[in-house]
């Protein structure tokens, strides 16, 4: 049984920083590419960085720059460096891994939400001007 366990939410101000952790289990980690994904109030789930098995990451046009999506697999765990956030970045936070094994553990493009697995209730970020 996946499991996916969201932390490190939290309330800041404009220019900001947070560290989102995600501990999984259940599956072989390194195995899968894994992303973070986001749903503000009142609009859908967007992708915003994904790691693959090789550590090559994709991220959202717009937090390229501002965050960094990095993963330690000798502790089943995924990590979201955050920096110069911004109002707009407030969300609910979900970490994520790809529905589906895939030879090279590539991940798919960040708006195909439908092929990542969601296991954990997120953690919010709010994000103050």
């Known amino acids: 049984q996946v499991q996916l366990v969201e932390s490190g939410g939290g309330s800041v101000q404009s220019g900001g920083s947070l560290r989102l952790s995600c501990v999984a289990s259940g599956y072989t980690f390194g195995d899968f590419c894994m992303g973070w994904f986001r749903q503000a109030p009142g609009k859908e789930r967007e992708g915003v960085a994904t790691i693959d098995r090789n550590g090559r990451t994709n991220y959202e046009d717009s937090v390229e720059g501002r965050f960094s999506i990095s993963k330690d697999n000798a502790k089943n765990t995924l990590f979201l460096e955050m920096n110069s956030l911004q109002p707009e970045d407030t969300a609910i936070y979900y970490c994520?891994?790809?529905?589906?094994?895939?030879?090279?553990?590539?991940?798919?493009?960040?708006?195909?939400?439908?092929?990542?697995?969601?296991g954990g209730r997120g953690t919010q970020v709010t994000v103050s001007s």
């Open positions: 994520a891994r790809r529905l589906r094994w895939v030879d090279g553990g590539f991940c798919a493009p960040l708006e195909r939400v439908t092929d990542y697995i969601f």
